[in-house]
């Protein structure tokens, strides 16, 4: 099994693991998992059940008879009540119930007569992949883990994929290695008894979108109070980023509320017109028992920095690479003031508010209604008439979009109500992706086209969950990388329960043209003051992505010298470093080159790992 570098090393709050059936060929295979510093659970037989890395705050187990159960993550799960429940287990089936009835993010991991099962979360933020290995399935909670041991390398048409701006469910949540299976974040993996046999079981569905505004939001105030408790009641001191928008400043004061004691980071944008600042002051005048840090905008990282030295290990490539400096830059100053853990407002774009492709059916059930709305959307967003009318009359199922999709591959980026008002943006290749790497890409399109189904038949609920889930995916990465440099971050908005709370709202009164996140601002009414509740925007950070292209053209000169992704024939190195040379060009203006970048540097990521287990 090929070593892992040290940053598979796990930080406080970062936990991953592989789960092996109760065979005495699965525990000659556990054995070959297990490295310096790694910890392991037994099955009641004394063979291994887990073995991965973790700290003994990320888990709490239970056993009765032949069932065992352990809840690996973030869950403040009463220990009584889940011995009481294990010890009621008679079907590996009955943990759906637990699984949806506990706050927190967290794998949930069950054996019962021999058979294991293995779940995350509904947002993607937790993952579960598996393989078979010397004849034994095993589960795992990072896909490089599995592909490790198997001496594996990445599918070349699952890199072509990846280069997709975007990549289309279903095809971002696949594994890069075509041996390791990745598990739908809705679904659990069960391995029989046998340890060969799999299935997958569906253990969450998303609430249908039907409840009042005024009857969901107290449930929403209190899945995001016990979201920020279960990182809270301990005490200690805990960091908030404040931002000044509604989901840090709901979350901060969330936080000031609990037990521990809060340091506030603020980040100035660069911009003159950004006004984050002012409002995150506005906020900390109504919070005297916090401690704010405010960092100087001029020092912060900029988009791209850094690139060429990122050395994590990922089991993805993932455009969070372009952020990864600016994400940790504040984190050990976080910590040397006492942190323990750092709260974001992540995910509040993507749970409090919602896709607007929801008005493709309100128009068809509420045509007064929706048209009105429409209207309002469409000055708001500068949407043409006729590309709206054309969005609207568009019913093609997903399937027909997505194999619609593959032909226009090479056209240029849709238009935003085409996006806004259907199943999400349509993939494109740029210049210099190869013919050779669009027709992989296509193909993979056209494979998944005739099966494919949407993440819920309404369109606008199928692209909320899918930009959850695909916000989970850069945030699992974030996590990592900050627990690594010892200060595990924690967002809230993305974890179950809150999801829940969210997308039962009805989508007419959650996205509106007239009113900015009104169901979070009518759930946090009482917690946040009125004057901190009347934000209606948030800063973009364009010029810092702008002056980063112009400042790191250098680095994306040297990231395409000895490209890998060229070596494997998917890129034009040539064009790459022409337009490195020219960072004010009109194509690079868009965030179209992340997906490139992404996996150039996951490629240049494994490469090190590979050194570095070759080392004697």
């Not at 301990?234 to 709901?250: A, E, R």
């Not at 323990?340 to 929801?358: F, K, M, N, P, Q």
């Amino acid at each position: 099994m090929t070593e892992l570098h040290e940053s598979a090393g796990t930080g406080p709050g970062d936990a991953h693991f592989a789960v092996f059936p109760d065979r005495a060929d699965a525990a000659a295979v556990a054995r070959s998992f297990a490295r310096p510093g790694s910890r392991t659970l037994a099955h009641a037989s004394g063979r291994p059940w887990l073995v991965g890395r973790w700290h003994d705050e990320d888990v709490r187990t239970a056993h009765a008879g032949g069932a065992r159960v352990a809840v690996v993550g973030c869950c403040p799960a009463d220990p009584d009540e889940l011995r009481r429940r294990t010890a009621r287990l008679r079907d590996l089936a009955e943990l759906d119930a637990l699984a949806r009835s506990l706050p927190g993010s967290f794998h949930l991991v069950g054996a019962l007569d021999g058979r294991i099962r293995v779940q995350g979360t509904a947002s993607g933020l937790r993952l579960v992949f598996h393989a078979e290995i010397d004849g034994v399935r095993v589960a795992a909670t990072r896909a490089d883990t599995l592909a490790a041991a198997l001496r594996l390398d990445p599918d070349v048409e699952e890199l072509a994929v990846r280069l997709l701006w975007p990549a289309p469910y279903p095809l971002f949540e696949r594994s890069m290695w075509r041996q390791v299976t990745a598990v739908a974040p809705q679904d659990a993996v069960v391995v029989d008894a046998d340890g060969r046999t799999v299935r997958h079981t569906r253990w969450w569905t998303p609430p249908e979108p039907v409840r009042p505004l005024a009857e969901a939001a107290p449930q929403i105030r209190m899945a995001l109070q016990e979201a920020v408790g279960a990182r809270t009641r301990q005490g200690g001191v805990v960091s908030c980023d404040l931002s000044g928008g509604l989901d840090s400043t709901s979350v901060c004061f969330l936080a000031d509320r609990s037990p521990a004691r809060v340091v506030a980071s603020t980040w100035p944008g660069r911009d003159p017109a950004d006004t984050d600042l002012s409002w995150a002051e506005r906020a900390m005048g109504y919070l005297p028992d916090v401690e704010h840090v405010v960092w100087d905008a001029d020092a912060s990282p900029l988009v791209y920095e850094e690139l060429l030295g990122i050395d994590d290990l990922l089991d993805e490539p993932t455009i969070g690479v372009m952020d990864r400096s600016r994400v940790l830059h504040h984190l050990p100053g976080l910590a040397a003031r006492g942190s323990r853990l750092h709260l974001t407002g992540i995910g509040g774009d993507h749970v409090a508010w919602c896709s607007e492709a929801y008005y493709h059916r309100l128009l068809r059930t509420r045509p007064l209604f929706a048209a009105r709305q429409l209207r309002g959307f469409r000055a708001l967003w500068q949407w043409p008439l006729g590309g709206t009318v054309r969005a609207l009359a568009d019913s093609r199922p997903y399937g027909k979009w997505l194999a619609d999709a593959a032909g226009h591959l090479r056209g240029p980026l849709p238009p935003s109500v085409a996006t806004g008002l259907g199943w999400g943006m349509a993939p494109r290749v740029f210049d210099w992706v190869t013919p050779e790497a669009e027709r992989m890409a296509r193909r993979a399109l056209l494979a998944a086209a005739p099966t494919a189904s949407p993440l819920h038949p309404d369109r606008g609920l199928h692209a909320d969950l899918e930009q959850i889930r695909s916000c989970s995916r850069v945030i699992r990465q974030w996590d990592r990388m900050a627990a690594r440099v010892g200060l595990p971050m924690a967002s809230p908005f993305l974890d179950d329960r809150v999801i829940e709370a969210f997308l039962a709202v009805r989508p007419s009164e959650r996205v509106t043209p007239w009113r900015y996140k009104p169901v979070l601002s009518a759930a946090m009414r009482g917690i946040v003051p009125d004057a901190c509740l009347r934000r209606a925007n948030k800063a973009t950070g364009t010029m810092d992505d702008s002056n980063g292209l112009r400042r790191h053209r250098g680095d994306l000169l040297a990231l395409w010298q000895d490209s890998r992704l060229a070596e494997l024939g998917l890129v034009d190195g040539g064009e790459l470093r022409r337009l490195a040379q020219r960072p004010a060009s009109k194509g690079l203006s868009q965030a179209i080159l992340y997906s490139t970048i992404a996996a150039e540097v996951w490629l240049r990521g494994l490469d090190r790992s590979r050194t570095r287990a070759a080392r004697p």
